[in-house]
């Protein structure tokens, strides 16, 4: 920033010549302030709840490099904030996903689980063994057919576009079997929610719970942006998939789960403690939104069928964060 109060300089040859340097030093100024102020203001003030409060990443170490708060949902009131989400509506596996599912209630993103009727989708199975990967994702190859589903859930997809920084939520899954609870990211298009359009990069699993096991979760990367001759993505299986499969019971108590991305690794996180990190020089990186989803699920492998004992349920959703690197001080 320039003073107001700056004198003129002499009109001399020395001082025109100094005055020169003078004013390009301040542009230079004025362009570095401006790249900062661009960088430190990765967020509107609209796009940080209030109650989030000087929130920290729940891992230490990256609160101590910089890191700080740029988006957030506490979910305090007693409605979605919908200038920041939309719904996830759809038909996939066992469930179809509705937007009167999902609630604000008690300080929580509660997605309802129930045992209902509900149109829906099948996808083809072109593999001979159940829902595939290659059926629900790959460009060109899926063919749905109409079926009514037995159960309903729901999730919300952020509005807001993220790429590199900390990604935190804090969740609680339902306590019977059958259900997908996660916590994930992937660029949405506004209508499909499969990615299987050219847009898509990469999908970070932060937290992908199945309930049929309350003590286990998995989480790790999908390359769906590197293709092969087919279209079909090179990496169907995700890279640097982790399991873990002792931890406390999921559905008894909120746990915190997070993932640091950056240009050359991904680091996953639970509880504030690193889990285990993937290279992310192998993919295609690019912008994508946060993902807040249940849906009753079976997968490839044999599931059991959902515990209709134990519903209606909810997915429970404390808060989810994001924070960037700021600029440092010189």
Not at 112 to 129: H, I
Not at 147 to 156: P, R
């Amino acid at each position: 920033m320039i003073s107001n109060e700056t004198r003129p300089l002499p009109t001399s040859p020395l001082s025109a010549g100094l005055a020169m340097v003078n004013r390009g030093l301040a542009a230079g100024l004025a362009c570095a302030a401006s790249l900062c102020f661009g960088l430190a203001a990765l967020a509107d003030s609209s796009d940080i709840d209030p109650a989030s409060g000087n929130a920290q990443p729940s891992v230490a170490e990256l609160a101590a490099q910089g890191y700080s708060l740029v988006w957030s949902d506490e979910f305090n009131g007693d409605s979605l904030d919908r200038d920041k989400w939309g719904y996830r509506t759809d038909s996939k596996s066992r469930s179809t996903q509705k937007a009167e599912n999902v609630s604000v209630a008690h300080g929580s993103l509660c997605i309802a689980l129930k045992k209902e009727p509900a149109p829906g989708k099948k996808a083809a199975d072109l593999s001979g063994g159940g829902d595939s990967t290659e059926a629900q994702f790959g460009a060109g190859l899926k063919r749905e057919s109409e079926e009514v589903k037995s159960y309903t859930a729901g999730g919300v997809i952020s509005k807001k576009e993220f790429q590199y920084g900390y990604y935190e939520a804090r969740l609680r899954v339902p306590p019977g079997a059958g259900w997908h609870t996660a916590f994930w990211t992937i660029k949405y298009n506004g209508h499909d929610t499969n990615p299987n359009f050219p847009e898509v990069a990469q999908e970070l699993d932060i937290c992908e719970q199945d309930s049929e096991n309350l003590h286990s979760y998995n989480a790790g990367v999908h390359g769906w942006g590197t293709r092969n001759a087919k279209g079909l993505s090179d990496d169907l299986l995700g890279c640097g998939r982790h399991g873990l499969s002792s931890t406390p019971d999921l559905s008894a108590e909120f746990h915190v789960w997070g993932c640091e991305f950056t240009p050359t690794v991904v680091n996953f996180y639970f509880d504030g403690k690193l889990t285990h990190s993937s290279p992310a020089t192998g993919f295609k990186h690019g912008p994508q939104n946060i993902w807040l989803t249940v849906l009753a699920y079976k997968n490839k492998k044999i599931t059991p069928p959902v515990d209709d004992s134990k519903l209606p349920a909810a997915s429970e959703f404390d808060y989810v964060r994001f924070f960037a690197k700021t600029p440092q001080k010189q």
